[in-house]
């Protein structure tokens, strides 16, 4: 089975992409063609990554094929942002390889019980760890280092967060983040 990547993965198109993904009979074999993709936004990188790599899991007997994902800009994108080794595309950056900066948060898949091994060794609750990375996290999407904006978001992450690890049953929680001055206005 053909599957043709949308040529812009925003928040929209990347739902209803991963609607029609789940929606898929049972092949033996899925070819994704990444050929049009031309705008990728970091949450899709994250819900698309995540997407695949559950889709991969619940089909453990197909053969899965990738092609066309380093023609473009947006596909070099997403391998830097560890988009491809997410859902197991021997491609690009793996999560959390790139380092980021001010301006942006590849994609970073943690571990709830390394936070907890964390707040362990600290000798800290893993709220704290959680407060610490949600501050780290609004301080790249603002590009500010305090004030109400910085305590806003810290808070609406942090809970965010706390919500997935003690209520989800999830083992990891994933991140990415890019600051775009111009989607701002």
């Not at 031309?38 to 619940?58: A, D, Q």
């Not at 707040?119 to 109400?148: C, H, M, P, W």
Request: charged share 25%; aromatic share 14%; proline share 4%.
């Amino acid at each position: 089975m053909y599957i043709e990547i949308p040529f812009n993965l925003n928040l929209k198109s990347a739902v209803a992409f991963v609607s029609y993904l789940l929606s898929l009979p049972d092949e033996k074999e899925y070819v994704f063609d990444f050929i049009n993709l031309r705008w990728i936004e970091p949450f899709s990188l994250l819900y698309l990554s995540f997407s695949i790599n559950h889709f991969v899991v619940m089909h453990p007997n197909a053969r899965l094929e990738a092609k066309n994902y380093n023609n473009t800009d947006a596909s070099n994108y997403a391998g830097h942002m560890g988009f491809f080794k997410a859902f197991r595309l021997d491609v690009g950056k793996k999560p959390g390889e790139a380092l980021g900066n001010k301006n942006y948060l590849p994609i970073q898949i943690f571990d709830l019980d390394v936070w907890q091994e964390e707040a362990k060794l600290e000798r800290k609750y893993v709220g704290e760890i959680i407060e610490k990375r949600s501050r780290e996290f609004a301080q790249v999407l603002t590009r500010q280092s305090n004030g109400d904006l910085i305590d806003t978001l810290e808070f609406v992450l942090r809970e965010i967060i706390r919500n997935v690890a003690e209520h989800s049953g999830a083992q990891q929680v994933g991140f990415c983040a890019q600051y775009w001055p111009n989607k701002c206005s």
